[in-house]
């Protein structure tokens, strides 16, 4: 049965995530008791929340570009901010099939999502841009069983989640006929990550937040791999910080790819977009 606590429960809960630090404690208080099946379940996700796991892990999901995104204990929770992440890679996506002799699916927009995490970047941009072929790749276990269930749930019937390190997994028939590449690289700095918030630092993979010394290293690795995967006129994009954006740009264009630095301060967001030239 659904709770319903009483007016002084519903406080008591309210001031416990108070108290251990949650800003929105009525907010996460509601959603608590949205999801628990009853009041056994109501204390024990209230008590790891107060230990200081993320609420995503908790209640087992996470709202992104209006999905409703699986999330698992163990793994990087989508944040708001890469939205923007999502909202550009729509934009660079072609409007109309290519021209495709043959496979009529060799005509779809392809999309790679690497460093996929739960999925929820490449299934928003699928969400929004229908008829794309989308291919996803991380390096966790757990994320990628997570993106497959996402993608069962959400995603086109097709969508392939893969186990790897960035692109070693993409099948090499991709190579030149990407249109679009994501990529929400970890990019904090490792000397910093002991100052993250604990329920980053405690509760998400390492992996999904180490950038390397000045956080751009898995940048420059993407960057590097790009050009082999993108079709002509296509686009690369990778989330970044202000502080980072130019070190993540001259990756980029380190390899020969047209960049262009993109950031909405509704989202507090940056993210370079880079473009294979046509010629």
């Known amino acids: 049965m659904p709770v319903t606590p009483d007016p002084a429960a519903l406080a008591?809960?309210?001031s416990r995530l108070r108290a251990a630090g949650c800003v929105f404690a009525e907010d996460e208080a509601a959603l608590l008791v949205a999801e628990a099946d009853d009041t056994a379940g109501l204390d024990a996700m209230t008590a790891r929340r107060v230990a200081g796991e993320p609420?995503?892990?908790?209640?087992g999901w996470a709202e992104f570009r209006g999905l409703r995104i699986g999330v698992q204990p163990g793994v990087f929770v989508p944040r708001a901010r890469t939205g923007l992440l999502v909202r550009e890679a729509v934009r660079a996506l072609p409007r109309g099939p290519r021209p495709a002799p043959g496979d009529?699916?060799?005509a779809r927009p392809v999309v790679v999502d690497l460093c996929c995490g739960t999925g929820a970047v490449g299934l928003a941009v699928a969400a929004e841009h229908s008829g794309v072929a989308l291919w996803a790749v991380d390096v966790e276990p757990a994320a990628v069983a997570c993106a497959r269930r996402n993608a069962a749930a959400l995603g086109p019937a097709d969508a392939a989640v893969l186990l790897g390190d960035l692109d070693a997994p993409l099948p090499a028939a991709l190579a030149g006929r990407v249109d679009v590449l994501v990529a929400n690289a970890p990019y904090v700095p490792t000397a910093e990550i002991a100052h993250m918030p604990t329920e980053a630092r405690?509760?998400?993979?390492?992996?999904a937040l180490d950038g390397g010394a000045d956080g751009v290293d898995l940048h420059r690795r993407v960057a590097?791999?790009?050009?082999?995967?993108l079709a002509p006129g296509g686009h690369l994009l990778i989330e970044t910080s202000v502080r980072q954006a130019g070190a993540t740009a001259a990756a980029c264009e380190g390899?020969?790819?047209?960049v262009l630095v993109v950031h909405d301060d509704d989202m507090d967001g940056t993210v370079v977009v880079a473009t294979r030239r046509s010629r």
Do not use: I
Request: glycine share 4%.
């Open 255 to 258: 390899q020969g790819l047209a």
């Open 224 to 229: 590097a791999a790009a050009p082999r995967w």
């Open 55 to 59: 609420l995503e892990q908790v209640v």
């Open 12 to 14: 008591s809960l309210v």
């Open 202 to 207: 405690d509760h998400e993979p390492r992996t």
């Open 104 to 106: 009529p699916a060799d």
